[in-house]
């Protein structure tokens, strides 16, 4: 599945295996890849939640590994990227049609992508 988070355009991909066999998942960003181990439907949504919030503060400048939030910072993230990574979410869990948001613009409206039509 692709998805685009800030004008930059990521694809989601299910292995069975990863290379460390202790990753559910992580985020390439240099090949802008969201790499998820299939597991049960509820602990892989809950590994996309989280890689989309990496994805998310990675692509609005929050990239810095030593960076420190403090409360409000965490508060405006939650806010910000809430309808970015449900509406991801709805579209993984194979709904039709739906926007994908961020920044309170919608960036593009997305059809769904059968997995054959993903190199």
């Known amino acids: ?3 685009k ?4 355009r990521y694809e989601i991909i299910e292995k069975e295996q990863l290379d460390n066999k202790e990753d ?7 090949s802008r890849q969201i790499i998820l181990k299939k597991l049960d439907k509820d602990f892989m949504v809950k590994t ?5 919030t990496h994805v998310w503060l990675y692509e609005h400048g929050h990239n810095q590994d030593e960076k420190e939030f403090n409360n409000e910072d ?5 806010a910000s ?3 970015f990574i449900n509406e991801v979410l709805e579209r993984y869990l194979n709904i039709e049609e739906t926007k994908i948001y961020a920044d309170d613009s ?8 059968e997995s054959s039509d993903i190199k």
């Open 106 to 113: 919608i960036y593009e409206s997305i059809k769904k992508i």
């Open 24 to 30: 559910v998942g992580y985020t390439d960003y240099q």
């Open 74 to 78: 965490v508060c405006e993230i939650v």
């Open 48 to 52: 996309l939640k989280h890689e989309l």
């Open 81 to 83: 990227s809430n309808d």
């Open 1 to 3: 599945m692709k998805i």
């Open 5 to 8: 988070c800030n004008n930059a």
